[in-house]
């Protein structure tokens, strides 16, 4: 037995498959006028109809439609001519009418596909159908262990109840070998990037208007698919990634001892890496599905389908290939931003007026350092691609170095104002008064006699000390490389 990852692919074929719920950035919920605001009080976002009170008949959501439509299209989906919701009848607190609208077996959207880039190779997720339905509501269980069992009681708030949720769900995605884990990534990175480019939802995981459940088997080579699991509501694009290759290597270790995988929903911890178990599903659940009879059923017009086809905007894949043709950038550095997700704020950096290697370098550097310490996508970190551009402006005209624009750039991070806005306020300019640097000069040689000895006697590899001293005396606002000339010239060195 080992957990060791590249051993257990070896030895073993992993199969995924991933369903992903969108919450459509609708002003009002599904069937009814509430708002769909995030953030509010508890409970105030409510009607009869999304609280499922007797008599409130339900009217179904245009935009919604037409943003499901677009969002099909854009996945290379058919589109039905005539399909209809269905009820889903189960009991939980989050569900006010014990039931959920939604579509079962007539879908808006189906058999579609995504192309996805991992690792030099384009893999292709088959897109088994794309529907409309309604969020529930959110429960918060009380107590120690945040969930249901064990709970001192639970919390439900109802605003979330009703808000327009797509649901999109793959076919088995196999032969991927070891990469199956990057392949749920790019998949939901490129979906995510789809979506938003739409402009259909703003798709923050953290908040929940993206969520995605990540099912997950393995097999022997040449044999049948094994028993999956569901890893469900994995909230962001680094957790579907561990959340696969942790269900990978926690099977291979049952097998390996001739234990029987079990089809059950898990729960994927951020803090520990792995997953835990859920419920059972090893028996279908029989949700009694039957139609909606409140609601007319969906006939598209092939026309307006037509329409929606032809005002799709770019996207991102295509984005890419224009970008790399725009910018003039490597095969390879296309590659490195591609798998950093910084295309396209490169693109809007350069957009913006900054050279393409600043640009480059900056979001490939720094800032996905800072994207990484946060642990959230780079297009999450709170600044615009015009401030980025911005303190590069500020680097190439010689008001900042390269330190003062990175601290230029934390400020922004830190506070939200614009790069302007915190060199002014920290001070942060560079100095350029050469009296003032003269006399930080002679003030580090008078402090330093001996490295100045070895300044004078030839040793110029000294000076950086010296200049190491003026530096921090300006608070690191000096040009480096102005200073060691100034250095060199009151030691009388040429």
Same mark, same amino acid.
């Given at each position: ?17 991933l369903e992903t719920h969108v919450e459509l950035g ?7 006028g509430c708002s769909t605001e995030f953030g509010a ?156 480019? *739409? $402009? !259909? /939802?703003?798709?923050? &995981?953290? @908040? ?5 459940? #990540? ?111 725009? *910018? $003039? !950038? /490597?095969?390879?550095? &296309?590659? @490195? ?5 910084? #295309? ?93 640097l003269e006399q930080a000069a002679d003030e580090a ?50």
């Amino acid at each position: 037995m080992t957990t060791d990852y590249e051993d257990v692919v070896a030895r073993y074929e992993p199969v995924i498959g991933l369903e992903t719920h969108v919450e459509l950035g609708t002003r009002s919920k599904m069937f009814c006028g509430c708002s769909t605001e995030f953030g509010a009080e508890p409970n105030t976002h409510t009607c009869p109809v999304c609280l499922g009170l007797p008599g409130a008949l339900p009217v179904a959501n245009e935009k919604a439609i037409e943003s499901t439509i677009r969002i099909g299209l854009a996945l290379n989906c058919s589109i039905a001519s005539w399909c209809r919701f269905a009820r889903k009848n189960y009991f939980y607190p989050d569900m006010p009418k014990n039931f959920q609208t939604s579509q079962y077996d007539e879908p808006l959207c189906g058999e579609g596909y995504l192309d996805v880039e991992v690792d030099g190779q384009t893999v292709r997720v088959g897109i088994e159908r794309v529907h409309l339905e309604e969020d529930t509501g959110k429960n918060t269980h009380v107590g120690t262990s945040g969930r249901i069992h064990g709970a001192e009681y639970s919390l439900v708030d109802f605003n979330r109840a009703g808000i327009p949720l797509v649901e999109i769900v793959t076919k088995p995605v196999a032969s991927t070998g070891a990469l199956a884990p990057e392949v749920a990534k790019a998949y939901v990175t490129e979906l995510r990037d789809i979506l938003r480019t *739409l $402009g !259909v /939802s703003d798709v923050r &995981m953290e @908040q929940g208007s993206l969520r995605c459940d #990540v099912n997950t088997s393995l097999n022997r080579p040449g044999a049948e698919w094994g028993t999956r699991t569901e890893t469900k509501n994995v909230n962001s694009l680094r957790s579907v990634e561990r959340a696969v290759r942790s269900e990978i290597l926690r099977q291979a270790v049952l097998l390996d001892r001739g234990e029987r995988i079990v089809q059950e929903t898990r729960h994927f911890s951020e803090t520990t890496g792995d997953t835990r178990p859920g419920r059972s599903k090893e028996e279908a659940t029989d949700y009694r599905y039957f139609p909606e009879p409140d609601l007319v059923p969906i006939a598209p017009d092939a026309e307006w389908v037509a329409s929606l086809r032809k005002a799709l905007p770019e996207l991102p894949s295509a984005r890419r290939v224009r970008l790399r043709d725009e *910018l $003039g !950038v /490597s095969a390879e550095d &296309m590659v @490195q931003m591609t798998n950093a997700g910084v #295309v396209d704020l490169v693109g809007a950096t350069v957009d913006a007026g900054a050279p393409v290697a600043e640009a480059r370098n900056w979001w490939l550097g720094y800032l996905a350092q800072k994207s990484n310490e946060r642990e959230i996508d780079p297009t999450e970190l709170p600044i615009s691609a015009g401030q980025v551009a911005r303190a590069i402006a500020l680097v190439a005209d010689g008001s900042l170095s390269v330190a003062l624009a990175r601290q230029a750039v934390d400020g922004v991070l830190e506070t939200g104002t614009d790069v302007d806005a915190v060199v002014a306020e920290r001070g942060l300019k560079r100095v350029s008064d050469t009296g003032a640097l003269e006399q930080a000069a002679d003030e580090a040689i008078a402090a330093n006699p001996e490295i100045a000895d070895k300044v004078r006697s030839g040793k110029l590899a000294a000076v950086g000390a010296l200049v190491g001293a003026v530096m921090k005396a300006t608070r690191g606002q000096a040009d480096a490389a102005a200073v060691r000339q100034i250095l060199l010239d009151r030691l009388g060195v040429q």
